[in-house]
């Protein structure tokens, strides 16, 4: 019921607005308006409207004041989650999906029907009364309880609607006479209700006396053995009659009892008061039989239409054992009636008037105490469907195993021997003022409703207000609250107060607890308000706990930086707090004790950094939330200044590690600031975090998680300050390092005294104290080390910084991978570390090649790859080093001639380093670090990609804006606030085996570049293995096993079998064409399965030779080194031997492919099912094709289009001289059409037609896969749609035939693209070009429809059975049925003549305007012209024809050319319709336009009969249309000759209305042959010896044919035939009749013109129908005054009205002297002027007209005759044409009719004032 209500109700909606609280309304009622009925639809469009909106209560008791069409009578809150809000004068109320809305009427219709079957007459076994007593008193207590007076629930409302009352009996036995209806339309009161109830049992009674009568009488009638049926009252016997008696008795059905019951019901409401609610109430005992499901079911649809609610009342008892007779109540059908029609099923019908002593829910017990819980936000709001807020649901959780069962919202408890009782409540406001108010309140109003609790609180808003006196209305709103209500009669013990009220609150904040976890779980960024931070970290609480750690004393200058990259790592489990509140002081403090000291302000990278919030893992099984707070401590707990150092290069590089010097290096442990004693000395700094937990957060676990973060940030430290610092490479000549003797020294450490109290001296002795010098090279700290003298003179060496020259430097070859191999087992996020495995030494290079281009493809990093060179002798370890090396560099040319890539040696395999970073970011972090102020800085990473490529961000002393630069720099920013953050990919390749070392990657790249490299290495596993199964094959071994499979191939290895499961590019032979091409995987995941191939038929993969055994008894066309491959890829020995392999493979598969693809589109289309239409490439249709034979093809032109026209007529000239020379007999053999089947449509005499066949097939069509006409490339669009309109319906007619369309797609996206886009000049059609298929037991026949201009294609091909792989299993009989059904396609083609009915069904289509396809001004008759000079004869087998004659008058008054616009203009007077013509030669584009030409068209409808193949004649119906054309050139340059003489040419298209298609058979019944004749169809006409000249404008394109020929007339051509020329006499006749109709129109129309002439021209615009009086003017303005003659004529030729006509009261004008009547004229000219007068006087005198024209309506005047000769005297109004009298009405009267009365008005007062000045 989705019906919009256009009229806003009126119960008063609001906006949302949080400062208004609302309740959440339970139930609403609503009055329905009293005029009209409001429908269910407006009902539940008013709940849609108001749903999740707060409605307002009207708080008029008085029901007349409710005048809306819905008004909200009363809501009635939810106990569970109302909220009473104690400050508002009004309560408001939200709807809810949950809320019961109940639709009040003032006025109800009700009929009670009374069940009074006979099963009603029993005594109830149960409760021992009758049935019939038990009816009584049912209807008694109904009716008494539906009269009474109540009150609407929640308001003070008294409502006491009218009830329309009609009470009916039912029973089965349709001869009872007695009467059934009861009470008609009774108005039932309090007052009139008892009276009813004491008539309606009376005539109760008297109808069980009548039943009884009744039943008494059918059952003395009925046999013995059908007693039994109706001894209803009689016990039942054990042995039940042996066969089924045929009643006799005049009753119903048990299965149409309730069906008749409601439409009783429904027949006798029809006759109450309309605009009411119905309801029906059955009072039965619910035993009944199924009803008939078609009848119920309408019955049901009725009652829903009809907006009737059904509701029974039982009064039996319910199933008992002891029931006999099948007296089983069906109480299922009865409900699903009342449930379906939203009715009730009662068992019973209470005495309501008991039930109305109480309210509902009275509970009268006082209130003892009173309970507030503060209800957190987040509590207060329940799910959208309970409508309960979370924290009525927590407390009720607690509560409910001592709830009350039969009432809700109470729980009754036991203490100390005293029972009390609770109740929960949401409220509003503040707890001492509803303490306040509630004290003057009474028991009995504490125990009502929420809804009038909470009105009777809003009348003490002002003392509200005094309470709140300095927080306002809004803060009252804000404090929320759960009261628990105690009620009892002593006062509660400990265990409620106290006991009782901790559980609660404890679940309380397990719930918001439960809330805010669950939120962080989902969002970690959610924003927490004020109280979820009260919550967390209570106001001036300590922490829970409190954990310290320590740090290593090299780290002590670096704290900045060891406190960025500790929160870095913190923010990997934890996250920091987003707050809804902008203001600090909301926000989570830092615990400042009054037992410790003051503590200095410390420094942090950013503000709010060190607070973080952690959520435990729901995995975990516990829920937990804690407030994380970091702060760096000294031993006696102050806060340290986190100061950056003022040198940040302090740290001398590492040259060697292990495992116990990582350890030393990362080494931290836990203390406890209280225990300061315990800590070693040289410990100066700890690490503080201090916890506030909220359930259980798991401290050991956390713990762990924190010491691994701090761990992990010394790791980072060590990173950036001690390994990253190094160039990549060093210059050559350089020593190569070695331990202890390396060119890296350590500068001096800039330590701050505050922080740690010791000197420099100190600081390094401890330093080498505690890691010994093997870790740092040192040097005198006087002099400048080596590395700062070597980092500035590398700031300006590109080449060595880049790897292109030198060698590694030793740090990234001996420390880096060992120290990220150990940052990666102690898990630092940082770092990540990946190992791999390959299966052969060539592929190494190979490997590293695709990885340079995947981690240039993946990130901003450049990689370089470096290979190790070894000494010799015993130096080898100590002399090796790594030197740049290209994977991309081609090898010798004395290399490629080699036959085969083995013969060579393999050079040894050495190791691999490839490192990759981003060289501008090294030397930017370099710059910084040393402190460099003064040049311009680089940029540290690319703006737009830095957060995809680089996990952890950098300190910067700068902001860098977007396009890379940097914005200067402030004052407050130095570059010692500097942390340096970069990133690193190490991979190392040692033999076979790969790892991969990132540090600072981004989580997606990291994750990115594993996957690309773990697939990398598996395809050249998997490549490998194909390698080893060509070399096998070579060596003439084919024994092993198949690629893919394990066993045989590798053995026993059990981890070679393994890894090879695990490869997903070894699992199918479908990859073995990628892994030969490709070195890599392709993109996409699913190119990895079996890739498309050209092979779609599963039989031809059987029939091709395994991979493995392809080279088995076959051998290469060339050597390998004779191979264009061989130089391509010189690196790559799989793809040199496999390309070999599979030009093998290919050269087998083309063989195979083409029979099997003929093979599977006959299987496909022989079955005939869905799967014949799936769509085949234009390959297929080739190769189809190609294999076929051509034995049919026929072409026939469209001549619509001027240019195609021309194109037909060239090529008809042709042909006509190359059929000159041929014999008569031929001749007339090739211009027949559809007689014989090998006629015209084999088109075998026209040369022409199949050399255009054959360039169109070896054309575009090859080449693009569809062929498209060069001229439609050309034409216009609305050509292009008529072409595909034919192909549309051609296509329809043959697969009437038994075709079916062949469905084609593209082969590739290019060539698809090259078949679409000559789309955008044809139309939005899909093709141009079609193909249709029928597959028969003996072959394929296939269609190709195609245009070629000007000519429509159509090309049959068959393809015999025996020519597939499975034709060899057919019979000789199945051939012969295939060569026959070819023969009869040839005939049913039929292609000439359903061209030519195409193009007379478009003409008339035009004609009558149904088809808008033609460009406007189309031209008709040239169109025509050319169509009946092509086709001289219809077709054998057309369903339309055509034929064209002349109408030649002569000697006209009138001029021909204006005769003829006369006929334009006036054309509807004739029934005809113009249209225009633009000449043809506007297409040809001259210099100078043509004069449009007109032609008149008319459509009509005609019958016809002919004589089927049965001889029986049929009667036909055709539609007719007429165009008929002017003769004559531009009327300017018209002869003088042909100037009173018309020649009119028209033709007649005449149509089928029902056929559409040619005749599809050949008639039995032979026709005859007659002579057909090109010549003298269009002729030039004479007239009086004199050719009529011709109209140069019009340019017929196709000329006549001077061939007479015989052609054959079937006996349907023949009948088709004589009802044409029967049509043309009658249109000849009806041309005629219209001229001369025309000619007389328009030379009176002529004589009117001439007597306007003198009018002005503002009068004559005056009316609108002055066009009227310009038709009979030339174009040349020519038109004179009358004479007299020509007035005398114009008199006969229009409609005159004598004055007494008008009114027999004017007959005495017409009785006048003739003196009179000429001073009559002289006063009438003097009235009405000289341009409105016009007088006419015969030569001699004797005979005088006088003209009065009517200014306001020149198409008549008033007109004064006095003939002296025949004593003839006339007072007339004279017409043009007989005056239409139209019904017209006040708003739009009869204009001419009111100007023709104004007129005779104005005529008649002059006629009265002469007569009066006579009288004088």
């Given at each position: 019921m989705h019906i919009y209500l256009q009229k806003p109700f009126h119960a008063s909606r609001m906006d949302e607005d949080e400062q208004e609280p609302c309740v959440e309304a339970a139930q609403v009622y609503m009055l329905m308006k009293k005029e009209y009925r409001i429908s269910r639809n407006i009902r539940a469009s008013w709940f849609f409207d108001h749903l999740n909106q707060k409605l307002k209560v009207n708080e008029s008791s008085d029901l007349a004041d409710y005048h809306n069409e819905l008004d909200v009578l009363s809501v009635i809150p939810k106990e569970e989650s109302g909220r009473i809000d104690l400050g508002q004068p009004f309560l408001y109320y939200r709807v809810t999906p949950s809320t019961l809305v109940t639709f009040l009427a003032r006025r109800y219709r009700l009929v009670f029907v009374l069940d009074m079957s006979p099963s009603a007459g029993i005594v109830d076994i149960q409760s021992g009364s009758v049935l019939t007593d038990e009816i009584i008193r049912t209807l008694s207590n109904c009716l008494i309880g539906l009269v009474k007076p109540f009150n609407v629930p929640g308001s003070c409302v008294l409502f006491l609607p009218q009830i329309y009352v009609t009470v009916i009996a039912y029973t089965p036995f349709i001869t009872c006479t007695t009467q059934q209806v009861f009470i008609q339309g009774f108005l039932v009161t309090q007052d009139n209700v008892h009276s009813l109830l004491d008539k309606l049992y009376a005539k109760i009674v008297m109808f069980e006396n009548s039943l009884a009568k009744t039943v008494a009488t059918t059952i003395e009638s009925a046999p013995r053995q059908n007693k039994v049926l109706f001894s209803l009252y009689n016990d039942y016997t054990d042995d039940p009659p042996t066969k089924s008696p045929t009643s006799t008795a005049p009753m119903v059905t048990p299965d149409a009892g309730v069906v008749n019951?409601?439409?009783?019901?429904?027949?006798?409401?029809?006759?109450?008061?309309?605009?009411?609610?119905?309801?029906?109430?059955?009072?039965?005992?619910?035993?009944?039989?199924?009803?008939?499901?078609?009848?119920?079911?309408?019955?049901?649809?009725?009652?829903?239409?009809?907006?009737?609610?059904?509701?029974?009342?039982?009064?039996?008892?319910?199933?008992?054992?002891?029931?006999?007779?099948?007296?089983?109540?069906?109480?299922?059908?009865?409900?699903?009636?009342?449930?379906?029609?939203?009715?009730?099923?009662?068992?019973?019908?209470?005495?309501?008037?008991?039930?109305?002593?109480?309210?509902?829910?009275?509970?009268?017990?006082?209130?003892?105490?009173?309970?507030?819980?503060?209800?957190?936000?987040?509590?207060?709001?329940?799910?959208?469907?309970?409508?309960?807020?979370?924290?009525?649901?927590?407390?009720?959780?607690?509560?409910?195993?001592?709830?009350?069962?039969?009432?809700k919202n109470m729980f009754v408890l036991e203490s100390a021997g005293n029972v009390f009782y609770l109740r929960?409540?949401?409220?509003?406001?503040?707890?001492?003022?509803?303490?306040?108010?509630?004290?003057?309140?009474?028991?009995?109003?504490?125990?009502?409703?929420?809804?009038?609790?909470?009105?009777?609180?809003?009348?003490?808003?002002?003392?509200t207000v005094s309470v709140f006196s300095g927080h306002g209305r809004l803060s009252r709103l804000q404090e929320e609250c759960i009261m628990l209500s105690i009620h009892g009669i002593a006062n509660p013990g400990p265990d409620i107060k106290e006991d009782l009220v901790h559980v609660l609150q404890n679940r309380l904040d397990e719930a918001v607890l439960d809330i805010i976890t669950v939120m962080f779980a989902r969002n970690p960024m959610h924003k927490l308000t004020l109280e979820d931070v009260h919550f967390i970290q209570k106001p001036g609480e300590k922490p829970s706990c409190t954990i310290c750690f320590t740090l290593p004393c090299f780290a002590l200058p670096y704290l900045h930086a060891v406190s960025h990259y500790l929160q870095q790592n913190l923010m990997q489990f934890l996250y920091t707090p987003n707050y809804l509140d902008i203001k600090p002081e909301q926000y989570f403090q830092e615990f400042v004790g009054s037992e410790r000291p003051t503590a200095r302000a410390a420094t942090l990278p950013s503000n709010d950094c060190h607070i973080f919030l952690f959520n435990r893992p729901p995995a975990s099984g516990q829920k937990g939330i804690a407030c994380i707070v970091l702060t760096l401590v000294e031993k006696d707990g102050r806060k340290v200044d986190i100061l950056p150092a003022k040198t940040t290069n302090s740290l001398p590089l590492i040259t060697s590690i292990s495992t116990e010097q990582f350890m030393s290096l990362t080494a931290t442990s836990q203390y406890s600031v209280e225990d300061a004693s315990s800590l070693p000395s040289n410990v100066e700094t700890l690490v503080q975090f201090s916890i506030w937990e909220k359930g259980d957060v798991g401290i050991q676990q956390l713990t762990e998680k924190l010491q691994h973060s701090v761990r992990s940030a010394l790791c980072d430290m060590v990173t950036e300050y001690c390994i990253l610092p190094a160039p990549l490479a060093e210059s050559v000549g350089e020593p190569i390092a070695v331990e202890k003797s390396q060119i890296v020294e350590s500068t001096q450490a800039s330590i701050p005294?505050?922080?740690?109290?010791?000197?420099?001296?100190?600081?390094?002795?401890?330093?080498?104290?505690?890691?010994?010098?093997?870790?740092?090279?040192?040097?005198?700290?006087?002099?400048?080390?080596?590395?700062?003298?070597?980092?500035?003179?590398?700031?300006?060496?590109?080449?060595?910084?880049?790897?292109?020259?030198?060698?590694?430097?030793?740090?990234?070859?001996?420390?880096?991978?060992?120290?990220?191999?150990?940052?990666?087992?102690?898990?630092?996020?940082?770092?990540?570390?990946?190992?791999?495995?390959?299966?052969?030494?060539?592929?190494?290079?190979?490997?590293?090649?695709?990885?340079?281009?995947?981690?240039?493809?993946?990130?901003?990093?450049?990689?370089?790859?470096?290979?190790?060179?070894?000494?010799?002798?015993?130096?080898?370890?100590?002399?090796?080093?790594?030197?740049p090396f290209s994977p991309r560099t081609p090898i010798l040319s004395t290399e490629l001639r080699r036959e085969s890539s083995l013969d060579g040696e393999i050079p040894a395999t050495g190791n691999y380093l490839v490192i990759g970073r981003n060289t501008k970011q090294w030397r930017a972090c370099r710059a910084l670090q040393e402190g460099s102020v003064s040049v311009e800085l680089p940029p540290l990473f690319d703006a737009k990609t830095h957060k995809g490529y680089q996990r952890f961000d950098s300190i910067l002393p700068y902001t860098q804006t977007q396009d890379g630069h940097h914005s200067p720099q402030p004052e407050a920013c130095k570059p010692s606030n500097f942390v340096p953050r970069q990133r690193l990919l190490i991979l190392t390749v040692k033999e076979k085996f790969l790892e991969l070392y990132t540090y600072n990657l981004s989580h997606e790249l990291v994750?990115?570049?594993?996957?690309?490299?773990?697939?990398?290495?598996?395809?050249?596993?998997?490549?490998?293995?194909?390698?080893?199964?060509?070399?096998?094959?070579?060596?003439?071994?084919?024994?092993?096993?198949?690629?893919?499979?394990?066993?045989?191939?590798?053995?026993?290895?059990?981890?070679?079998?393994?890894?090879?499961?695990?490869?997903?590019?070894?699992?199918?032979?479908?990859?073995?064409?990628?892994?030969?091409?490709?070195?890599?995987?392709?993109?996409?995941?699913?190119?990895?399965?079996?890739?498309?191939?050209?092979?779609?038929?599963?039989?031809?993969?059987?029939?091709?030779?395994?991979?493995?055994?392809?080279?088995?008894?076959?051998?290469?066309?060339?050597?390998?080194?004779?191979?264009?491959?061989?130089?391509?890829?010189s690196r790559d020995p799989v793809a040199k031997q496999g390309l070999q392999l599979l030009e093998i493979r290919a050269d087998l598969k083309t063989k195979?492919?083409?029979?099997?693809?003929?093979?599977?589109?006959?299987?496909?289309?022989?079955?005939?099912?869905?799967?014949?239409?799936?769509?085949?490439?234009?390959?297929?249709?080739?190769?189809?094709?190609?294999?076929?034979?051509?034995?049919?093809?026929?072409?026939?032109?469209?001549?619509?289009?001027?240019?195609?026209?021309?194109?037909?007529?060239?090529?008809?000239?042709?042909?006509?001289?190359?059929?000159?020379?041929?014999?008569?007999?031929?001749?007339?053999?090739?211009?027949?059409?559809?007689?014989?089947?090998?006629?015209?449509?084999?088109?075998?005499?026209?040369?022409?037609?199949?050399?255009?066949?054959?360039?169109?097939?070896?054309?575009?069509?090859?080449?693009?896969?569809?062929?498209?006409?060069?001229?439609?490339?050309?034409?216009?669009?609305?050509?292009?749609?008529?072409?595909?309109?034919?192909?549309?319906?051609?296509?329809?007619?043959?697969?009437?035939?038994?075709?079916?369309?062949?469905?084609?797609?593209?082969?590739?996206?290019?060539?698809?693209?090259?078949?679409?886009?000559?789309?955008?000049?044809?139309?939005?059609?899909?093709?141009?070009?079609?193909?249709?298929?029928?597959?028969?037991?003996?072959?394929?026949?296939?269609?190709?429809?195609?245009?070629?201009?000007?000519?429509?294609?159509?090309?049959?091909?068959?393809?015999?059975?025996?020519?597939?792989?499975?034709?060899?299993?057919?019979?000789?009989?199945?051939?012969?049925?295939?060569?026959?059904?070819?023969?009869?396609?040839?005939?049913?083609?039929?292609?000439?003549?359903?061209?030519?009915?195409?193009?007379?069904?478009?003409?008339?289509?035009?004609?009558?305007?149904?088809?808008?396809?033609?460009?406007?001004?189309?031209?008709?008759?040239?169109?025509?012209?050319?169509?009946?000079?092509?086709?001289?004869?219809?077709?054998?087998?057309?369903?339309?024809?055509?034929?064209s004659g002349v109408v030649t008058m002569q000697k006209l008054v009138t001029p021909a050319h204006k005769l003829y616009e006369y006929m334009l203009n006036k054309d509807k007077k004739y029934g005809m319709t113009v249209m225009r013509m633009?000449?043809?030669?506007?297409?040809?584009?001259?210099?100078?336009?043509?004069?449009?030409?007109?032609?008149?068209?008319?459509?009509?409808?005609?019958?016809?009969?002919?004589?089927?193949?049965?001889?029986?004649?049929?009667?036909?119906?055709?539609?007719?249309?007429?165009?008929?054309?002017?003769?004559?050139?531009?009327?300017?340059?018209?002869?003088?000759?042909?100037?009173?003489?018309?020649?009119?040419?028209?033709?007649?298209?005449?149509?089928?209305?029902?056929?559409?298609?040619?005749?599809?058979?050949?008639?039995?019944?032979?026709?005859?042959?007659?002579?057909?004749?090109?010549?003298?169809?269009?002729?030039?006409?004479?007239?009086?010896?004199?050719?009529?000249?011709?109209?140069?404008?019009?340019?017929?394109?196709?000329?006549?044919?001077?061939?007479?020929?015989?052609?054959?007339?079937?006996?349907?051509?023949?009948?088709?035939?004589?009802?044409?020329?029967?049509?043309?006499?009658?249109?000849?006749?009806?041309?005629?009749?219209?001229?001369?109709?025309?000619?007389?129109?328009?030379?009176?129309?002529?004589?009117?013109?001439?007597?306007?002439?003198?009018?002005?021209?503002?009068?004559?615009?005056?009316?609108?129908?002055?066009?009227?009086?310009?038709?009979?003017?030339?174009?040349?303005?020519?038109?004179?005054?009358?004479?007299?003659?020509?007035?005398?004529?114009?008199?006969?030729?229009?409609?005159?009205?004598?004055?007494?006509?008008?009114?027999?009261?004017?007959?005495?004008?017409?009785?006048?002297?003739?003196?009179?009547?000429?001073?009559?004229f002289k006063v009438l000219m003097h009235k009405f002027g000289e341009k409105v007068s016009r007088h006419f006087s015969s030569p001699d005198g004797r005979v005088q007209y006088l003209a009065l024209l009517n200014p306001n309506y020149l198409d008549m005047f008033m007109m004064v005759t006095v003939d002296t000769v025949k004593n003839l005297i006339n007072l007339c109004a004279v017409y043009r044409e007989q005056l239409q009298v139209d019904d017209r009405t006040a708003d739009r009267p009869n204009l001419r009719l009111y100007y023709v009365h104004s007129h005779v008005e104005s005529f008649v007062n002059g006629c009265c004032f002469h007569m009066w000045n006579c009288l004088l």
């Open positions: 019951m409601l439409r009783y019901g429904i027949l006798a409401l029809q006759l109450l008061p309309e605009n009411t609610s119905a309801s029906i109430i059955v009072i039965t005992d619910s035993i009944t039989g199924p009803p008939e499901t078609t009848m119920f079911e309408s019955l049901l649809a009725q009652l829903r239409n009809s907006t009737i609610a059904c509701t029974f009342l039982k009064i039996s008892s319910d199933y008992h054992p002891s029931y006999c007779h099948g007296n089983v109540p069906y109480f299922e059908l009865f409900q699903f009636i009342a449930a379906a029609t939203f009715g009730a099923y009662l068992s019973s019908c209470p005495n309501l008037a008991a039930s109305m002593i109480f309210h509902p829910g009275h509970f009268s017990c006082n209130r003892i105490s009173v309970v507030f819980f503060s209800l957190h936000p987040r509590l207060k709001t329940g799910p959208a469907r309970s409508g309960v807020s979370r924290g009525i649901q927590a407390l009720r959780s607690v509560l409910n195993a001592f709830s009350v069962n039969n009432r929960l409540y949401s409220m509003a406001g503040n707890q001492s003022h509803y303490l306040e108010s509630e004290s003057n309140q009474s028991n009995e109003e504490l125990s009502e409703s929420r809804c009038s609790s909470a009105l009777s609180l809003h009348k003490e808003e002002e003392d005294s505050s922080s740690s109290g010791s000197s420099l001296s100190s600081w390094r002795k401890l330093m080498h104290e505690t890691f010994p010098g093997k870790l740092f090279a040192q040097s005198d700290s006087g002099e400048e080390s080596q590395l700062e003298v070597g980092v500035k003179a590398g700031l300006h060496s590109d080449r060595h910084e880049s790897g292109d020259r030198g060698i590694v430097h030793c740090v990234y070859h001996r420390v880096a991978p060992k120290w990220l191999d150990c940052c990666a087992e102690l898990g630092v996020p940082s770092v990540h570390k990946h190992s791999y495995t390959l299966s052969n030494h060539y592929s190494v290079e190979l490997v590293l090649r695709e990885y340079q281009s995947i981690v240039m493809n993946s990130s901003d990093l450049i990689s370089k790859v470096f290979r190790e060179i070894r000494g010799t002798g015993a130096e080898r370890k100590a002399q090796s080093k790594f030197v994750v990115k570049l594993e996957k690309l490299l773990s697939r990398l290495t598996c395809w050249h596993k998997a490549r490998s293995r194909v390698m080893t199964s060509i070399v096998l094959q070579k060596m003439g071994l084919f024994a092993h096993g198949q690629f893919g499979q394990d066993a045989a191939i590798l053995g026993a290895n059990n981890e070679s079998r393994k890894d090879a499961e695990a490869n997903p590019y070894i699992s199918s032979v479908g990859n073995v064409d990628m892994l030969i091409k490709h070195l890599a995987p392709p993109d996409r995941d699913s190119l990895t399965r079996a890739p498309h191939s050209s092979v779609r038929s599963g039989s031809l993969r059987t029939m091709l030779p395994r991979f493995d055994t392809l080279m088995r008894d076959r051998k290469p066309a060339k050597p390998l080194h004779c191979c264009e491959y061989q130089v391509q890829n195979l492919e083409k029979g099997l693809h003929l093979e599977n589109l006959y299987l496909m289309w022989q079955q005939r099912t869905s799967n014949s239409h799936v769509p085949i490439t234009l390959e297929d249709i080739e190769l189809l094709k190609e294999s076929s034979r051509l034995i049919h093809y026929c072409a026939s032109p469209l001549l619509f289009s001027p240019s195609w026209r021309q194109s037909a007529a060239d090529h008809k000239a042709q042909t006509a001289l190359s059929t000159r020379s041929s014999s008569i007999s031929s001749f007339h053999k090739q211009s027949s059409d559809d007689s014989d089947p090998r006629s015209r449509q084999n088109s075998g005499g026209s040369g022409k037609l199949k050399n255009i066949h054959r360039r169109s097939e070896s054309g575009e069509s090859r080449r693009s896969g569809k062929f498209i006409p060069p001229g439609l490339k050309t034409e216009e669009k609305w050509h292009g749609q008529l072409c595909q309109s034919f192909m549309q319906e051609f296509v329809q007619y043959v697969t009437s035939l038994g075709y079916v369309v062949i469905s084609t797609k593209a082969t590739s996206p290019k060539e698809k693209k090259t078949i679409e886009e000559p789309r955008v000049s044809l139309s939005d059609s899909e093709s141009m070009q079609c193909y249709l298929q029928k597959t028969l037991l003996g072959g394929i026949l296939t269609l190709e429809l195609k245009y070629i201009k000007p000519f429509f294609f159509v090309s049959m091909y068959a393809l015999e059975c025996s020519r597939l792989l499975t034709g060899t299993m057919l019979s000789n009989q199945m051939k012969l049925m295939f060569i026959d059904e070819c023969d009869k396609d040839k005939f049913r083609i039929h292609m000439h003549s359903f061209a030519y009915d195409f193009h007379l069904r478009t003409i008339l289509s035009y004609i009558s305007g149904r088809v808008l396809i033609f460009k406007p001004g189309y031209h008709l008759t040239s169109f025509m012209h050319d169509f009946m000079n092509y086709y001289l004869k219809s077709p054998g087998y057309a369903r339309n024809d055509c034929c633009v000449p043809v030669s506007q297409f040809d584009f001259e210099a100078e336009p043509p004069e449009n030409e007109y032609a008149l068209v008319s459509l009509s409808a005609c019958k016809g009969s002919y004589k089927d193949l049965e001889d029986t004649r049929q009667l036909h119906e055709f539609d007719n249309g007429l165009i008929v054309e002017h003769r004559a050139v531009t009327y300017s340059k018209q002869p003088e000759t042909q100037g009173h003489t018309i020649v009119l040419r028209y033709y007649i298209v005449m149509a089928s209305r029902r056929e559409l298609f040619p005749k599809a058979t050949f008639e039995s019944t032979p026709g005859m042959f007659k002579m057909v004749s090109g010549a003298g169809m269009f002729d030039t006409e004479e007239v009086d010896g004199t050719k009529l000249a011709e109209n140069k404008l019009v340019k017929f394109l196709i000329q006549q044919e001077p061939v007479d020929y015989l052609g054959y007339f079937s006996q349907y051509e023949t009948q088709l035939h004589q009802l044409l020329l029967h049509q043309a006499t009658v249109t000849e006749a009806h041309v005629r009749s219209m001229v001369s109709t025309a000619v007389g129109h328009c030379r009176r129309d002529s004589l009117w013109n001439g007597l306007l002439l003198g009018v002005a021209e503002e009068e004559k615009t005056r009316w609108k129908g002055k066009a009227d009086t310009d038709d009979g003017a030339g174009k040349d303005g020519t038109t004179m005054k009358l004479t007299y003659a020509e007035f005398r004529e114009l008199l006969d030729a229009v409609w005159t009205s004598r004055l007494d006509e008008i009114d027999s009261f004017l007959k005495p004008f017409l009785h006048q002297h003739v003196n009179w009547y000429h001073g009559l």
